[in-house]
């Protein structure tokens, strides 16, 4: 799990080394770890005993799928149940490590909000289409061509014609750059 970001700069002490397993950005003294960079301070478990402590600047900071936010997914695979995806991007800004995500077959066209639950880099993230603006982006028909949205729910191929099935987004004009 991860901590709220907390500012420090070179020579801050941040913890005993009791406490935490010194990461970047932190050098060891008398028992103490210590910033050597002025940044974030990141605590991270990666399955240690301890956290790693490390300081980031402010341009490598991850940004982290948030409850609420926007993100832009790729489908990985589909079985009848659910999608599992992998998150690109929150709002415009594109993710550095990757993470997974479930979109439910009941949160496709559903009504209510999911309560999302999130944790590390290795959590799945739950996601939903429910609101009216969410839904499919982009798809490919059979045919391998990129389908055209023709209404709300339904997405055509523009070599064969045929239609298909889908919760069509609608997608903000700020969005459309990425």
């Known amino acids: 799990n991860m901590s ?12 005993s080394i009791d406490d935490c397993i010194p990461g970047t950005g932190v050098y060891l003294r008398h028992g103490y770890i210590y910033s050597s960079l ?15 402590i490390s300081v980031v600047r402010e341009t490598e900071t991850q940004l982290l799928p948030d409850v ?16 599992k995806v992998h998150i690109l991007y929150v709002g415009s800004t594109p993710l550095k490590d990757r993470f997974r995500g479930t979109i439910r077959k009941e949160d496709v066209r559903a009504t209510e909000k999911d309560k999302i639950s999130l944790g590390d880099v ?21 045919a391998g061509a990129q389908m055209v949205p023709i209404s709300w729910c ?17 997608v903000q004009p700020e969005y459309l750059q990425a």
């Open 68 to 83: 609420g936010a926007i993100v832009t997914c790729k489908v990985t695979s589909i079985n009848p149940r659910f999608a």
């Open 154 to 170: 339904e997405m055509q191929c523009p070599r064969t014609h045929t239609k298909e099935f889908r919760k069509v987004a609608r």
């Open 38 to 52: 002025a940044g974030y301070v990141l605590k991270k478990n990666e399955g240690e005993e301890l956290p790693v």
């Open 122 to 142: 290795q959590s799945n993230y739950l996601l939903t289409t429910a609101e009216n603006e969410l839904g499919v982006v982009v798809a490919h028909s059979e």
């Open 4 to 15: 709220p970001m907390k500012l420090c700069v070179p020579g801050d002490k941040l913890c």
